[in-house]
């Protein structure tokens, strides 16, 4: 009975989750299949993941959103959609990358320490080492995780269909 309870416990928020992040894109009249706005449009979970990583905009799927390795463009060269919306909007990307760099650390101690049997102050040096250098090459890919999740529950448009839809 308890295994049965466990498996429903884990399997009821897995397919939620699976209907909210393949969910169709949004009905509108601005999207033409094949065209532009449709990949505007197209807010489901999983492609915006997928551009977050490929370091793309979130509404046009197409612009570059960093220019260096820690310089992010203030517009979309690609769409014109401002990417920084106000100062500390990237606030929350640092508990992504902060949030990442911990379970990492655990998972990396568990393996090595009481696993693998690596002894425990080279298993801390490693991890020292490991805590700054990960979330300097994470920082660009929490920023635009933060983007995602900003696009996902509040979708902007570019500005040329925002004028258009209310036109």
């Given at each position: ?85 106000e100062p500390g909007y990237f606030l929350g ?75």
């Amino acid at each position: 009975m308890d295994s049965i309870l466990i498996v429903l416990l884990f399997l009821v928020p897995v397919v939620v989750m699976a209907r909210v992040m393949f969910r169709s894109p949004a009905n509108h009249e601005h999207a033409e299949p094949g065209g532009y706005a449709e990949k505007v449009f197209d807010n489901r979970f999983a492609t915006l993941f997928v551009n977050a990583f490929r370091l793309r905009c979130p509404v046009c799927k197409e612009g570059v959103i960093f220019k260096g390795w820690f310089h992010t463009e203030e517009r979309c060269p690609v769409c014109d959609v401002e990417i920084v919306r106000e100062p500390g909007y990237f606030l929350g990307a640092i508990y992504f990358n902060y949030g990442l760099t911990g379970v990492l650390e655990v998972i990396i101690y568990v393996v090595c320490y009481a696993l693998l049997g690596i002894p425990h102050y080279t298993v801390v040096g490693g991890m020292l080492i490991f805590a700054v250098l990960f979330p300097l090459y994470f920082f660009r890919y929490s920023r635009a995780s933060w983007l995602v999740f900003d696009q996902y529950f509040a979708p902007r448009l570019p500005p040329d269909l925002e004028e258009s839809s209310e036109a």
